[in-house]
């Protein structure tokens, strides 16, 4: 037996990180600047960071905490579910980011062989952990071509016609990798979907924030339904890795099962993130939203970027740090579009197929200063100008 035959096959099929082809793209190329990784250019609150530093010394911080959180950060997170997201019947569980999170819900609520569903273009990292836990019998649901928000009545299909019914149905709302916000009643349409056929739903709103044009955010709660938050791209905590699960409290076993895989994993998240996070609470969302009205301009700077593909082509940008973009037909196969333009024109883009969508690109808006944002955009629009007019030349 070769030594690739002792690996686990669950993870030989699972899908290689899309972000680390896209950091060894980089480190291969000179100059490049990333319009790839989802993240944002501000650091967390300085009052936060400060109050932080002063609790290096503290034993606690290097001690084992709770496994679903700190009792403070768990209380101030049940209070903002509360008032801001209206989810008044909801637990709350601590998590290393809103992927760790993802991965626990899977675990908890899925077995190997357990159909799901998704909608396409998806979140890569999600797909990935069905993939890696055992759950192949993935369902893919188109989204409407014209707003790209998920096809509830291909699931209203699905889900009367598929058998066993799909254990789970998740979305990204606003929308990764699209940047589309999925209305309120949508939302609720398939909540109630989901509840009739005896499935989860599973909704991430990490963007909860990132909504621009006026539009609100807003929740579902159920007892089938659970709410992924994330401190990542709102406080500029990527790297503190610090997430939360708001799952239903009237589910009995729920907490007991969730714990578990928690313990298995991160055991708790770092404590001294946890307080982090919980100082950052203390600014209240206005510290978030007053940040994310500066990339409006980043939004309008990258249309301009994209306008050669034409208007019908550029999609999103109504919430989260996105614009999804089609190619030309000829161009089916983005990934060498992506290497191509990281090579010649310095700048880098997540290829579609890594989201289910080939021929497409994702943008991020999120992760450069407007300056930054300039010159980055200057390099893919004259990227896409020689390659509408010229192909790939090298």
């Known amino acids: 037996m070769g030594s690739r035959g002792m690996l686990a096959q669950r993870a030989l099929e699972t899908e290689m990180p899309i972000m680390v082809k896209i950091q060894e793209l980089v480190r ?11 993240i944002v250019y501000w650091q967390p609150p300085k009052e936060a960071l400060n ?39 909801s637990s709350v569980m601590v998590t290393s980011g809103a992927n760790q999170a993802f991965v626990n819900l899977v675990l908890t609520l899925c077995d190997a062989g357990d159909s799901v569903v998704m909608f396409a273009p998806y979140y890569f990292n999600a797909y990935m952990s069905f993939q890696m836990t055992g759950v192949t019998d993935i369902l893919v649901g188109p989204c409407d071509p014209k707003t790209l928000h998920p096809d509830a009545d291909w699931l209203e299909r699905t889900l009367l016609e598929s058998r066993p019914v ?44 990132f909504m621009y044009d006026d539009l609100k955010h807003s929740c579902v709660e159920g007892d089938h339904i659970v709410n ?12 503190w890795r610090v997430g939360y699960i708001a799952y239903p409290t009237a589910v009995e076993g729920f907490s007991a099962q969730l714990l578990k895989v928690q313990d298995n994993i991160p055991i708790c998240a770092a404590i001294i993130s946890q307080y982090l996070a919980l100082y950052s609470l203390e600014m209240g969302p206005e510290w978030v939203t007053e940040r994310v009205k500066a990339l409006v301009k980043n939004r309008e700077i990258l249309l301009e970027a994209l306008s050669p593909l034409g208007e019908e082509a550029v999609k999103g940008g109504e919430g989260a740090i996105y614009l ?36 497409t690109l994702r943008i991020s808006f999120g992760g450069l200063e407007e300056e930054d944002c300039r010159v980055a955009a200057g390099r893919l629009r004259r990227g896409l100008e020689e390659l509408i007019r010229d192909g790939m030349v090298e």
């Not at 990798?177 to 005896?198: H, M, N, Q, S």
């Open 28 to 38: 291969g190329s000179k100059d490049v600047m990333s319009l790839a990784q989802g």
């Open 51 to 89: 109050k932080v530093k002063e609790l290096v010394w503290e034993p606690l911080i290097s001690k084992y905490g709770a496994d679903e959180g700190i009792p403070e950060l768990r209380a101030a997170l049940l209070k903002k579910l509360r008032q801001e997201n209206k989810l008044h019947k």
């Open 166 to 209: 799909p254990k789970l149905v998740t979305v990204v709302n606003p929308g990764n990798p699209t940047g589309t916000y999925i209305p309120e009643p949508l939302l609720k349409r398939i909540a109630d979907l989901c509840r009739k056929a005896g499935s989860w739903l599973v909704v991430d709103n990490t963007y909860e924030y």
């Open 228 to 239: 992924i938050f994330s401190f990542s791209k709102a406080y500029g905590m990527m790297g």
């Open 324 to 359: 999804w973009a089609k190619l030309p037909d000829n161009f089916v196969n983005d990934e060498d579009v992506v290497r191509w333009l990281a090579h010649r024109h310095g700048v880098v883009a997540i290829p579609g197929s890594a989201c289910g969508c080939s021929g």
